[in-house]
């Protein structure tokens, strides 16, 4: 078949960069394929199964017939069970034209970026970043800003970093914290500064995605950005799902909670694009967010134990630098002092990319290279597998470096 001939593609897809990750994952297939025992610790997938309540509730749905094309915003049980969650747990308080539900996170960020930004907007995306943000921005014509979080910072946000990256031309704001890739987190204080910035600021959309929330570590406590600047709420949208609290990355529910203008308008992008979200799923997002809060504690411990597992092998490998993560469940460990240097079967580490290829074809693990999320020379590590995985991946990449000539 020859792909480049016949009908032309938009050109808003035109330049979107196919992500790192999946050029990570056809190589680990191939290796695995070939019969080698690859550690994956690239996926973003936590490794629990899905709440046994949360099953049953989908069970018993499908079996009273609730089968049929839901409301395009949700079904009233599961938006009744948001409006508990977001009150009981930050502090929100909804209306129901207030809340959207969609096909996971993702689509609450394509809906809303979808229904606000014209070509040319500015969205400003703290780096690292988890890579959709930017991707989605792009396909309505919206330009990237990143403002970088350092390493030294915790991969915190600055306000006066913010500060810097805003222009008249600042459409959207998107906050992730516990961040997805380094685990970051933003202090109260820096929060207050963060909100200060944007009162300056009036025509600007603030996104904060919360869908790591409940995996913050070492007694440290979450707080919402709405609840932070309850007078900026006509304009931040506050997102969540059930995919990482919840071990549900399947199920395909997340949700958002916002001022009713910016629902609506993500609702028509909604009802024209997907409709509701899977009656099924629903119904199980619902049992999973009213359950008894005691599966996700374990959760966290389990992350926890984990972090520090990988911390402090980390720690140990003479070069590399590696900060704490207060949440979330990643690693991001620095991996400069390496580039330059060569594998024992010559190959250049010129890159992250090349670091982490290397890695995968010559010690059989996968990571993700940081320049995938706009921060390198670093690795993204997943912890979310076993104890005795991850102590393997350490002690192969201890190895690796090593070997480095
Ligand atoms: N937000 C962040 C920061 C994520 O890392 C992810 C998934 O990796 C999502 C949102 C999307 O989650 P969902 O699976 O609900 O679409």
């Given amino acids: 078949m020859n792909d480049a001939a016949g009908p032309t593609l938009a050109k808003r897809l035109e330049g979107l960069p196919a992500p790192a990750t999946i050029e990570m994952a056809r190589r680990a297939r191939e290796l695995k394929a070939q019969g080698y025992e690859v550690i994956s610790l690239a996926l973003g997938e936590p490794d629990f199964a899905t709440p046994p309540a949360a099953i049953e509730a989908a069970h018993e749905a499908a079996l009273a017939g609730k089968t049929k094309y ?3 915003d949700g079904t009233p049980e599961l938006k009744a069970a948001i409006t508990r969650k977001f009150k009981r747990e930050n502090g929100l308080e909804f209306s ?66 913010l500060a810097a990256a805003m222009t008249p031309r600042t459409k959207w704001l998107v906050l992730n914290f516990p961040n997805n890739p380094t685990g970051g987190l933003c202090s109260r204080e820096n929060l207050e500064g963060i909100a200060d910035v944007l009162r300056k600021y009036p025509d600007v959309w603030i996104l904060s995605d919360e869908i790591y929330e409940h995996l913050v570590f ?13 007078d900026l709420r006509d304009r931040i949208l506050t997102m969540n799902g059930v995919a990482k ?28 694009a997907t409709s509701g979200v899977c009656t099924v799923a629903q119904a199980a997002a619902a049992a999973a967010l009213d359950g008894p809060p005691d599966l996700i504690h374990d959760m966290v411990a389990t992350y926890e134990r984990r972090r520090n597992l990988m911390v402090s092998a980390l720690r140990d490998i003479p070069g590399l630098s590696c900060a704490m993560p207060a949440g979330a469940f990643y690693v991001y460990p620095g991996i400069g002092a390496f580039l330059g240097r060569k594998t024992s079967s010559g190959r250049v580490l010129e890159t992250d990319t090349d670091f982490a290829l290397a890695f995968l074809d010559e010690a059989h693990v996968a990571t993700v290279p940081g320049s995938a999320f706009g921060m390198a020379p670093y ?20 190895r690796f470096i090593a070997s480095l000539v």
């Avoid at 070492?218 to 309850?230: C, E, Y």
């Avoid at 690795?379 to 201890?398: H, P, V």
Wanted: proline share 8%; charged share 20%; aromatic share 10%.
């Fill in 70 to 72: 839901p409301p395009v």
């Fill in 96 to 161: 129901g034209d207030e809340l959207l539900v969609c096909n996971g996170g993702k689509q609450v960020i394509f809906n809303a970026f979808m229904a606000s930004i014209n070509p040319g907007d500015e969205v400003v995306v703290p780096a690292p970043y988890w890579v959709s943000y930017p991707l989605i921005a792009r396909m309505f014509g919206g330009v990237p800003v990143h403002p970088v979080c350092d390493e030294a910072d915790g991969f915190s946000l600055k306000p006066e970093r």
């Fill in 218 to 230: 070492d007694g440290n406590r979450f707080t919402s950005f709405a609840a932070i600047a309850p």
């Fill in 245 to 272: 609290a919840y071990a549900m990355t399947g199920w395909r529910v997340g949700y958002a909670g916002g001022p009713k203008r910016l629902i609506a308008a993500m609702r028509a992008v909604q009802s024209n």
């Fill in 379 to 398: 690795l993204r590590l997943s912890c979310a597998t076993s104890d005795e995985a991850l102590t393997e991946a350490c002690a192969r990449l201890k």
